[in-house]
């Protein structure tokens, strides 16, 4: 569930607002517009350029068909109060009270003293300031209102050919989706090694592309030499909308393609002679006889092709009768199992 914060344009024209009056001592609530079926964080403000405020408590009244209070938040101004609470008097009544007897709020501060958390449904509803009392009984009070609006949100949809070539750009096409949002951004992300040719975007970080619009199309290069095989192309973009500010999605549709390429040919495995020449000097020598008993005594761990030499009897592993054998064929006593020459 989303909460709702209020925008910076709402807070300067309501500071304006106050700036036009005779009170430097101020409680007020802002004019909001929300989203509805949702929580929504409502501040209370207020500004004491003259008056300290130790103890205070007022009530919102409202509209309970419309909202339903929900839970307390402290505000900017009362986060180290001693003492704070907001709790529902009635339906449409909820009372704030705080007080600290250290700070307070000083004489010149401006900031929030609640941030209370509603959940509303959708209509129209007042928010009244009521019954200051203590500190701020003799405040300027300005009420504010709660409007709901329906959020809206717009994504991509793309569309693939099924297949490409190695080497030659295809096209990728785009179509708008959802509802009256605007989708302010568009982002990409290719296969590692391809390239996106058109437009031209404005940023890219290693193979994802991002462009501050909605895209119509795009196209793309795979490599020259390109692995065949299917691969991924995924992206997001984010729309913005005046009741729901910005929205990230996914962008549907198709999600990879074949491409036609180059198919690697597998290097083949060489013959495993056991000869016994393990150096692969062209001679059978002692030296090899101890490198297989090296071998054998897990001293060394041969490459492929030493393995295969040393294993001279053919028989599992590399064992101390393999460089026996090995030893012996040195002084044409005994043999491998594929001869030298």
Same mark, same amino acid.
């Given at each position: ?28 609530? &802002? ?5 509805? /079926? ?28 419309? /909202? ?10 009362? &986060?180290?109060? &001693? ?78 050919? &099924? ?30 090694? +391809? ?13 994802? *592309?991002? +462009? ?18 299917? *691969? ?27 491409? +036609? ?42 490459? *492929? ?27 044409? /006593? ?8």
């Amino acid at each position: 569930m989303i909460t709702v914060r209020l925008g910076l344009l709402s807070s300067i024209l309501m500071l304006l607002c106050i700036a036009g009056t005779a009170a430097n001592d101020t409680l007020y609530i &802002e004019n909001l517009t929300v989203p509805q /079926m949702e929580l929504v964080v409502i501040p209370v403000h207020l500004v004491n350029d003259d008056t300290p405020v130790q103890t205070f408590s007022f009530h919102i009244h409202y509209d309970p068909s419309i /909202m339903t209070f929900d839970s307390e938040g402290r505000g900017t101004l009362t &986060e180290s109060f &001693e003492m704070f609470n907001a709790c529902q008097i009635n339906p449409g009544d909820v009372q704030v009270s705080g007080s600290d007897s250290m700070t307070g709020i000083p004489a010149g501060s401006s900031g929030t003293c609640a941030e209370l958390v509603f959940a509303v449904t959708a209509g129209y509803s007042n928010l009244d300031l009521n019954q200051p009392t203590d500190d701020i009984a003799g405040f300027n009070q300005i009420d504010g209102s709660l409007y709901t609006c329906i959020p809206e949100m717009a994504w991509l949809s793309r569309s693939l050919p &099924e297949t490409c070539q190695a080497g030659v750009p295809f096209d990728v096409n785009y179509s708008y989706q959802g509802g009256t949002a605007t989708v302010i951004e568009t982002s990409e992300t290719v296969p590692i090694g +391809w390239t996106v040719l058109e437009p031209s975007w404005d940023e890219q970080s290693g193979n994802v *592309y991002t +462009w501050f619009q909605a895209l119509s199309y795009c196209t793309i290069l795979p490599p020259h030499a390109g692995v065949a095989g299917e *691969y991924t192309i995924a992206g997001e973009t984010v729309s913005i909308h005046g009741c729901n500010g910005e929205e990230t999605r996914d962008i549907t549709g198709d999600g990879s393609i074949y491409l +036609w390429g180059f198919t690697p040919t597998p290097t083949p495995t060489p013959d495993c002679l056991h000869t016994g020449d393990v150096n692969g000097d062209g001679s059978l020598t002692s030296e090899d006889a101890q490198i297989t008993f090296n071998i054998a005594l897990g001293q060394y761990i041969p490459p *492929y092709m030493e393995q295969c030499a040393a294993n001279c009897n053919g028989v599992n592993d590399v064992t101390a009768g393999d460089a026996q054998v090995i030893f012996g064929a040195v002084f044409a /006593m005994d043999s491998c199992v594929d001869p030298l020459f």
